[in-house]
């Protein structure tokens, strides 16, 4: 019997790892505490909500009296951190939000579990972050654990910051972490800001398609499924203290992605091949755009056994039929805050 404290679990990756361990593990007591904002959605998580071991709080992690309270009425045993601003171009507009909630609102939930945990044994604290902590390749190499970080980004100042404070609190209160750093995740119910859904979007509305500079900036991407198993396998039997890179081995240049989604797309839509694509406009960079991205998974493979289950075309497929079943899901996230701030910043240009 375990009670398990997920944060950020109405977002794109925490929906599925909320899913996957409420599902997988009936013995354990899932609490998904999440704040609502403009990227989390209780829609997502509509086919768990009823299941007798989850429950919902609504709230915010940087509230420290009210998650001091959470941690003592429910003496949790294990917390998953996912709760994040997580896109780089708000960051860029706007980086003391991400400061906020990412290491203030990081630096509280440590605190609560230290103060909590007066005997540590069995606990643990598992802190979902990113790539972008290692900043940006050249045209070789790849990411592992060992390589120094250097973050580019406020967002990837702010979980660099965030992963800081996990080791710190490791090392001076012996308080149990692990930590995972995973490249680019794809999937169903990712918010229509980022890359693939938003030109997913775009192309069934024939809007243009926003590519940054030149479009040759490259990403790993990963099916957003098999990091929710990733996370699984590290929570179970990761090493206390211990980094674990996730990653898919599946590098693509952004305007090669944005093609072969254009296709993919003619063809689900009816549409002659090669329409979408001539929706493609080259806008603007983002500012300090980070070249490459690739990550080393080397160490989760043999240590833990873990590799991604689907191929990248299969995936995106499979990405692509959820959108276009799920229109009204697309409309209801898409209808405040997100028309506001995309339409504003990113379209005019
Ligand atoms: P997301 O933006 O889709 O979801 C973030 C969730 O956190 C939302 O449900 C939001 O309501 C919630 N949240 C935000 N601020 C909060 C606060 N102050 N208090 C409580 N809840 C709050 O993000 P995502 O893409 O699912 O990413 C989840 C985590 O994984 C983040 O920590 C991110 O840095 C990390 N990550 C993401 C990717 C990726 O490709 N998306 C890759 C690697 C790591
Ligand atoms: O690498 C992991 C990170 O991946 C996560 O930590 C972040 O939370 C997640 O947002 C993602 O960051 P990116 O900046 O790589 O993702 P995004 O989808 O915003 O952009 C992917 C690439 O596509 C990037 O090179 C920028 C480019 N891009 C993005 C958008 C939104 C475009 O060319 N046009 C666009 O409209």
Redesign the pocket.
């Known amino acids: 019997m375990k009670k398990i404290l997920i ?2 679990g ?5 929906c599925h790892v909320v899913r996957l361990f409420v599902s997988k593990y009936p013995e354990y007591t899932i609490f998904n ?5 403009y ?2 959605n209780l829609e997502n998580l509509r086919d768990v909500d009823e299941a007798p071991n989850y429950r919902f709080v609504k ?4 509230d420290e009296t009210f998650i001091y309270d959470l941690f003592e009425e429910h003496q949790f045993d294990a917390v998953i951190h ?6 780089v171009d708000r960051s860029i507009m706007d980086p003391l939000a991400f400061v906020r ?1 990412n290491v203030m ?1 990081t630096a509280v939930l440590l605190n609560a579990a230290r103060r909590s945990w007066e005997r540590p044994e069995g606990k643990l604290f598992y802190h ?3 790539d972008e902590v290692y900043g940006s390749l050249g045209s070789e190499g790849f990411f592992t654990e060992e390589t120094s970080y250097d973050p580019r980004s406020p967002y990837s100042a702010s ?1 660099a910051s965030s992963d800081h404070l996990v080791s710190a609190y490791h090392h001076t209160y012996n308080l149990p972490v692990v930590i995972s750093n ?4 794809y999937g169903s119910y990712q ?1 229509p800001e980022k890359l693939l859904p938003l030109m997913i979007n775009n192309i069934v509305h024939s809007k243009p398609l926003p590519v940054y500079g030149k479009g040759d900036n490259v990403r790993d991407w990963l099916w957003v499924e098999d990091h929710a198993r990733a996370i699984d396998v590290i929570f179970h039997n990761g090493r206390l203290g211990e980094t674990y890179n996730i990653g898919g081995f599946n590098e693509w240049k952004n305007i090669d992605i944005v093609y072969l989604l254009c296709s993919i797309m003619d063809r689900k839509l009816g549409r002659a091949e090669g329409e979408s694509a001539r929706l493609i406009t080259f806008v603007k960079d983002r500012a300090g755009h980070d070249k490459r991205y690739a990550i080393d998974a080397t160490k989760l493979n043999q240590e833990l056994g873990w590799q991604p289950s689907l191929q990248f075309q299969e995936g995106l497929e499979k990405t692509v039929d959820w959108y276009l079943s799920n229109t009204t899901w697309v409309e209801n996230v898409t209808s405040g805050a997100y028309t506001h701030f995309y339409e504003q910043q990113y379209v005019q240009r």
């Open positions: 944060t950020g109405a977002g794109f990756i925490g505490l999440d704040a609502l904002t990227a989390g709230g915010d992690i940087t996912l709760a994040a601003e997580s896109h909630t609102g979902v972050s990113t979980k995973c490249s680019n995740n918010f």
